[in-house]
Every structure is written in structure tokens, then in C-alpha cells.
């Protein structure tokens, strides 16, 4: 483990292995060390005296006593005696006999005999860390008393003042060499100006820089002057006599001359020293080269007045210092009138605006800040703004995006149009196509439509008489949406034939209306229907009719208020698509409507009412699914032999179209035909059924299970019956007894579904039950789908039929559909169910009366 994990681990242990290391380099066979472990020895009587550190591992610093090569060593800390001591802190490890002291007898030094008695202490410096210890020890047992701990205690207290006291000193002589180093490579010369003699003393690196010689420079502040450059003169003594005045800080930079005629730049600064008076007697301060920096300044500032960028820099008084050419053009301003100005008198509405607000904030924080933002007019635009903090101010750059914004709003609005179009034909197909009215659908697109294209509303169908409603209506606001219902609900009622909405339903046309109150309201009789037109206070409409195959199914009204402009082309052609999209949305759905009828009336025509057999209760579903308009292929069927024994049918033909219907009609028929016959039971049925396919060439597959309940007058004394079933391919009929069981007609093998070999081999199987049992068929639409794997779906099936059970046989059929498939049916579903009553008394009200064909003598 690393020092870097330690810590991860530990906070603790990472400051004491910090500690550690800021000792390990500084104490290491110090002498300090070496005299007070003697002393140890010596008062102890000890054989030896160590003092360890650990970090991740014990390194011995010193000691007496101890083999050549000791010190400096390490030693891990799981074999450490040093280890045991600093995790005793603080309290010390007095063992008088190591071998039999726990803590210690399995550590190397005791079990090769170096180690028999010991006596450690912890050490602890730097507000407490422990990071070692001092021990003493012999090879052989003895007895420590409370004087010789006291004593490695004093002597403890020494070691850890040796150890702080090295640590420091060499803190302090790294801190001293940094910054010699610094002072160096910053190439700082330093100065000492002696106020009451007058003297002045440069280091030999100021020395150089005034471009004097070593000795040539005579420690007055007149040839100090006579260096300066003529133009800066002035106030650079200036700026010094200010100091000496206040008592307070020197800050200038200035050029001098130097022997060769070149000018260089010196940033010069310093502080004013005071007697005890209060007057000033001495000026110190250093001085450094600035030339590259103002060079470097020059080149810059020539490369600013070149980029198309504007730019400009404010110093911490927020006053002008800079301006660039492209920032006069874009500010319509000239430096001259700028320059020393503070920004917020040059340009007063950036004050409290997001220019005042984010300069402020960059000063405040240090952080640079990006933003966009407009100023009024005279500039009228919007700027892309970066502002960044330095040591003399603010610096600036911005760009005009007033093009660009107007482009990118231009953008916006194009997509939030397409969006809308995708949104209202998303939420009318998606209404439609779960199953919810035209009414429901149209009340989401008007709220779709507002706020984007209009401040509220209405719309509008057709009957199929010709009359037209308003079915839907939405307000931008909330509260206001009663209002326009209220108003939807008197319109038409009230508004004559020439009215722009009963116009545009006539035409075919869209109608925009400038003046709604104009052209509108003035048509509307005194009443309700006007002062809530009134209260609405639309400016603008528009009237578009939704026509799909030269039909008009309805009409959107969408109004605008006074403080919003009309809607220009795009708006218009806009709620155009929607309209148009809509219309196109409804017919299909109605088409679709149609379809779904007639498919469903197709595929219950082919199945047929149950019979009402003696003391038995027949109950049969069907459900199309909510999402297919496709025929269907699932049947079931219900029908008494000759001999009086009631046969129950469940199947599905594989396919969703007019081919699975039709192939579903011919097997029900020819099953009823090939299951009429006396005495032929389920697997029988099945097979002929499978030679029939094959002989047809029907070209069919399908899934059927088919059971026959029969009764011998014995069975019916005793309140008997039996069951005799069959299946091929199909999900297993549920068998509820009467003492609540359920349990699965499956053999262990599922047979082939119908219409694959027509070979193959069909098996039946036989249960007996009481008399109350009820027997359950179904189709895979009840137990499979895209939400429900089939293992699942017989799961739920159980336990609902089980909770279910004393339900009347309709009120459970029913309740299993809608438990299973709360969200509505995937596939289509076919149930039929049988619950045999008990025969000892009368025929139950529920199982309706009896109804059998008649029997053949």
C-alpha cells in the first residue's frame, strides 16, 4: 500500500503519513537524536534505545545500543515493535516480558531473542499526530517501574521537540532558497532609500538595470532622477514624494535612458517605513524590467486595431482605456470621446442592463463572462459579449449578432411551426387510434394550437346530417377557458348564414378576419353570445375548413388578440397543414371505424349463441382487438351431441385477415359437422379434422382445443361428471373444481397444432369433477402479447379465476378480460366457459332457461 492509498483510506493516517515525511529527510542520524537515546540507555540501564517513525513502514532515525547498520533502515509495519506502540497512544507499552505480552510475542525481534523486555513510548508532534516511537529494551526480562516511564517520558517530550524543530528548520531554509529563487528568476532589483542621510542603495540587479556600472552608480536619488527619461521625470518624482508625504505605497513605471541611448522601461514600487513619531525615514522597494510587456502591449495593440472584432478595456473605475477601430464603428463613437470616460456615462442604459449586471459580476468574481444581450436605441442591436478580468481592469470584446439573431429567430419560428404540424397530427393520431372520439382528439389539437399560433381556439365537425358543432376550445389562459366554451356553446346558434366560419365551411376556403368584432361581433344579436365575444376581445382570425376527399368534416377557429399581429403567410400556411392534417386524420379514422365494424360484424356472424344444456351454465366472449381493424381468425363454439353430451370448442386460425376468416368459418363448420356424431370424442374430432385440411388442400394452420362433458347415471347420482378433452397447440383450458383448486388440462407434451401433418397422433384425456366446477377455454390474446409472456399471462389467469371463483360464471368471464388487459386488447380474444351445476336441486335463475335441439328418437 502507497502512501497516496493510506491516505484514500484514512484522512488521518494520510496527515500522519504527510508528518512522517516532512521528518524522514531532516532526521535521520541526527546527533540530537543519537545523545538522547544514550541518556535512555544510560538512566534505564538498558541495553538499547531506539526512535522510530512510521508511515508505511517503520524507519529507524537513531539510537544507542543497536547493531551496526541499524539506523536509516525500514522495517514493515506488520513486524514492527514501533507500530504497537503508536497504536497504543497514549498510553505506553510496558512489557517486562515480550514473550508473553500478546501485542508482541510474534514479532521478529522477539522471536529471534533481540527483544525480551520493552518499554515504548508513542510519539506524538504537529498538534498531536503520532508518528513514532521511542523505546527502550533488553535481551533480557525485567521489571519497568513507574519511575522509568516517567523518565522515557521527559525523555520522550525531548525527542519530539528535536524532531519538530528539525522539520521547521528545514521548512524554513526551503522557503528561504524559493524564494531567492523567485526573487532571481523574476529578475527583481531591490532598493533602500535612507530619507534622514539621504542615502540610496542598489542591489546589483537594480544596479544593472538602471544601466550603471558596478561602482559607477554614487547613491543618490539626483543621478536616479538624471537616469529617468525626460517625459517621465516629473512624475516619477512625483509619485515618490507622494509616498514620502502620506507614509504610504510607491507605485510607477517609467522609462530610462540608458549610456547607449536605448530607453527601457521600469515598473518600480515600494513602501514608506516610519520612526516612532510617525515621520518617514527610510523608502524600500524593488524594481523589475517591463519593456518586453510594454512591447509586447504595442504589438497587441496593433493586432487589436486589425481584427474585426470590437474591443475595448476598462480599468478598475470603470473608465475607458482603450477602444479599438472595429469598437468605434460598432459603438458610432470615437476614442477621443471615450477614452478616460467611466462606460456608465458613455453609454447610461448598459448601466442596470445584462451589460452592467455581467461586468460587475466578472470584477467581483474573477470569472470570465459570455453572454448575449441588446442595447436600445441609438445602437438598436444585439451583441455578443466575452469579458474578462485582469489585474488593471476589464477587458472587453463584443460582436454585433443582430443579423445572426433575427436568422436564427427566423429558424426558431420555422420549427416551432413544424413542430406544431408534427404535434397536432401526433396527438390527433395518437387520441384516434387508442380508441378515444373525435371530440377528444380535436380538444387536443386546440390546446396544441395555442399559444404558438393563436391566443384561443375552437373547433368544430360535422355530423353526418350536415350540422355542425363545436366540439373543443382552449385559452392561452387557464382561467379564460370557460369563457371560450362558454362562447363555443352560443356562436353558432346565433351567428347567420354569412358568417366567415359558416362561409368557410360552405366554400371549402380559408377565411381571415382582421377585425373579428367588426366582422363578427356586428353580426351577432344583442345577448350572450356578443358580450361574451366582447369579453374574449379577439383583434384577428382565422377560419379554416378541415376538408379531406372533397368532403368538409369541420372547421378551426383561431383567434389573436389586439397586442399580437395578425398571422402573416407562414401562421396562415401553417395552420393550413394542421387543418388539412386533421381532416385527413378524421376521415381515415372513420374510414378505419367503418372497416372495424364491418370486421367485427363479419366475425360474429360466423359464431353462434350457446346452448343451455340441463344444470349447466354456458357462457361465451368475444373482443376484437382495440388496435386492428383486420377479420379475425379466433372462434369458439358450443353445441350437444345427440346423446346429450355438450362439446366446448376454442381456436385460432394463424393469420389476421379475410384468408384467416374465411379459413376460420370452414373449420368450425366442418368441426361441428365431424363433433355432431354420436359417441366421437375430442381427439377423434381433432384428427378427422387434420385429414380434413390436408384433403381440402386448405393450406391452413391452426390451434384448437375441444372438450366434451358426459355423465352416466351413476356420475349423476353421486353429483358427478366427466370431462374428456383434447388439444392441439393450444394454451390449456383451466379447470376451477369446486374446493378451489385449479389446476391445467396440458399433457406433458403439446401436440401438434392443426394443419401439420395430419398424421400425427391425437390423444385425450379424461378428469372426473364434482358437479359446481367451471371450466374455462380461451385464445392466446388473453395470455400473450407485446406486455405479456404467454408463462405469465396463464399465471395471472390462475390467480384472477382463483380470487374470482364465486363470481357468477358472466360477471368472471368479464372480470378476467378486464384484469388482464386493463390497457386494452393487442389481439383479438375468444372465451367460453362452463359451470356445471349441481343436479339435487332446481336449474339456478342464472343458468337461463333450457334450451336443447331436439333429440333424435
Known sequence: MTSDDLSSVDPAAGERVAAVARLQATAVGSPALQRLTAVAVQLLGAEAAQVSLFGVDELVLGGTGLPQGTVGIRVPLEESLCAVTAAAAPHPVVAPDARLDPRLAGLPPVVGGDVASYLGLPLAVF?????????????????????????????????????????????????????????????????????????????????????????????????????????????????????????????????????????????????????????????????????????????????????????????????FTYLNAEGERVLQTSRDDVLGRVVWDAFPDAAEAGFGIRYREAMATGREQIFEAYYPAPLEAWFEVRAWPGPDGLSVS?????????????????????????DTTAAMAERLAGGAGEEEALQRVAEALVPESGDWVIASLVDE???????????????????????????????????????????????????????????????????????????????LPMVARGRTLGALSVYRSADRDRADAQDVATLLDVADRVALAL??????????????????????????????????????????????????DAFLQPSGATMLVIGDVVGHDTAAAAAMGQLRGMLRGIGYRDGIGPAAVLADLDAAIEGLDMGTMATAAIARVEQSPEERARGLSRLRWSNAGHPPPLLLHVDGRIEELATERAELMLGVDPTARRTESVVTVKRGATLLLYTDGLVEGRDLPLDEGIARLRAALAELAARPLGELCDEVIERLRPEGLQDDVALVAIRLHPEDRPRPREAGPEKLPPRRA
Request: glycine share 8%.
Open 127 to 319: 498538534d498531536g499526530q503520532v508518528v513514532g516511537a521511542l523505546s527502550a529494551f533488553c535481551r533480557d526480562p525485567r521489571t519497568w517501574s513507574d519511575a522509568d516511564v516517567a523518565l522515557l517520558r521527559q525523555l520522550g517530550d525531548s525527542v519530539e521537540i528535536e524532531l519538530e524543530l528539525a522539520a521547521q528548520v528545514r521548512e524554513l531554509e526551503s522557503s528561504r532558497l524559493a524564494f531567492e529563487l523567485a526573487i532571481d528568476a523574476a529578475g527583481i532589483g531591490s532598493f533602500d532609500w535612507d530619507l534622514v542621510t539621504g542615502r540610496l542603495v542598489w542591489d546589483d540587479r537594480l544596479t544593472e538595470l538602471m544601466g550603471f556600472e558596478r561602482g559607477g552608480f554614487d547613491e543618490t536619488i539626483e543621478a536616479f532622477a538624471g537616469r529617468c527619461h525626460p517625459d517621465d521625470r516629473a512624475r516619477t518624482i512625483e509619485a515618490l514624494q507622494h509616498a514620502i508625504d502620506t507614509v504610504g505605497e510607491y507605485d510607477a513605471e517609467f522609462r530610462v535612458v540608458l549610456p547607449s541611448g536605448d530607453t527601457r522601461w521600469i515598473q518600480g514600487r515600494g513602501r514608506v517605513l516610519a520612526d516612532d513619531t510617525g515621520v518617514a525615514v527610510r523608502l524600500v522597494g524593488a524594481g523589475y524590467d517591463t519593456t518586453a510587456q510594454r512591447q509586447a502591449d504595442a504589438r497587441v495593440a496593433r493586432v487589436m486595431e486589425s481584427v474585426k472584432s470590437a474591443f475595448f478595456t476598462l480599468d478598475r473605475d470603470w473608465r
Open 587 to 636: 376521415d381515415n379514422s372513420r374510414l378505419y371505424e367503418q372497416q372495424r365494424r364491418l370486421a367485427e360484424g363479419l366475425q360474429r356472424s360466423m359464431l353462434t349463441e350457446p346452448p343451455e344444456p340441463d344444470h349447466a351454465e354456458i357462457v361465451v366472449r368475444y373482443l376484437p382487438a382495440v388496435e386492428a381493424a383486420e377479420v379475425g381468425g379466433d372462434w369458439y
Open 465 to 543: 346530417d350536415g350540422r355542425m358543432r363545436d366540439v373543443a376550445a382552449s385559452h392561452r389562459d387557464p382561467g379564460s377557458v370557460a369563457l371560450v366554451e362558454q362562447y363555443a356553446a352560443l356562436r353558432l346558434a346565433a351567428l347567420p348564414p354569412t358568417a366567415p366560419i359558416l362561409r368557410a365551411l360552405a366554400s371549402g376556403v380559408l377565411r381571415e378576419v382582421p377585425d373579428v368584432m367588426a366582422a363578427v361581433g356586428r353580426l351577432l344579436p344583442p345577448g350572450d353570445a356578443r358580450e361574451t365575444l366582447r369579453a374574449l376581445a379577439p383583434q384577428s382570425a382565422v377560419t
Open 398 to 422: 463584443f460582436i454585433d449578432v443582430t443579423e445572426r439573431r433575427a436568422a436564427e429567430e427566423r429558424a426558431q419560428r420555422s420549427a416551432a411551426r413544424m413542430r406544431l404540424v408534427a
